[in-house]
């Protein structure tokens, strides 16, 4: 079945530093693929999406590029900030299909 | 604030016992979608409604239940409460069927005891 992948956390950086955060995807047809953010206590927020190979979404400083070679959709920022702690998922849904598939998710700390 | 209303925020109830989740979409949305995240399963497609009507099924035991109403609101019925059921729940919308552009309610967080 269509499945996620992220890289295991947690991931602790220190302020500035690059961030990459892993996923690959398994799927049957040409998923749309997202970034999900959620911070302490609250729900899942968009943080950027593609919708076809070699689309990249960004927001925030985030960008992430869809690799339909490599099947993978990885999430980088050049300089994080300790605001920017939070748990990231990775999901993806096929066209015309109605749920999300979620990566299991990557817990990030930020250290000042 | 996303637009998207659940309530109640946190529910503590005893097993055995059975508790309704409500979610009002963002204005103008007609799809609900229901989610359940847990710690040893992740987030989990539990059930969508479209305009009313049931559009898809995830992974739902039969002892929840879902429902749309004329106003677009959305409940999630779950009984027979065991402590596994435990979970944070989430509830989205969207303005088309078809699961783009999501956007997610703050959740109820349910702690079965």
């Known amino acids: 079945g269509d499945s996620v992948t992220q890289m295991e956390g947690p991931v602790t950086l220190s302020e500035e530093a690059f961030l990459t955060i892993n996923c690959t995807y398994t799927a049957t047809g040409y998923p749309s693929l997202f970034w999900y953010v959620q911070y302490p206590g609250e729900g899942l927020q968009l943080l950027l999406k593609?919708?076809?190979?070699?689309d990249k979404g960004s927001n925030k400083g985030f960008e992430a590029t869809y690799r339909k070679e490599t099947t993978s959709f990885h999430l980088e920022k050049g300089s994080v900030q300790v605001s920017d702690s939070a748990v990231y998922f990775c999901a993806l849904i096929l066209k015309g299909a109605q749920k999300l598939v979620f990566g299991q998710g990557t817990r990030l700390t930020i250290n000042p | 604030d996303s637009g998207v209303t659940q309530t109640p925020k946190h529910l503590i109830t005893a097993t055995g016992q059975r508790v309704t989740l409500r979610c009002s979409p963002r204005?103008?949305?007609?799809?609900v979608y229901w989610y359940q995240q847990s710690l040893d399963q992740g987030l989990q497609f539990l059930i969508q409604?479209?305009?009313?009507?049931?559009?898809a099924k995830g992974n739902i035991l039969e002892r929840f239940s879902a429902q749309q109403f004329p106003d677009l609101h959305s409940e999630l019925n779950l009984s027979s409460l065991e402590l596994g059921d435990s979970a944070l729940y989430f509830c989205?919308?969207?303005?088309?069927?078809?699961?783009?552009?999501?956007?997610f309610g703050s959740g109820t967080r349910l702690t079965v005891v």
């Open positions: 409604y479209y305009n009313g009507e049931e559009r």
């Open positions: 204005s103008g949305d007609l799809s």
């Open positions: 593609a919708t076809k190979a070699d």
């Open positions: 989205a919308s969207s303005a088309s069927g078809t699961g783009l552009g999501y956007t």
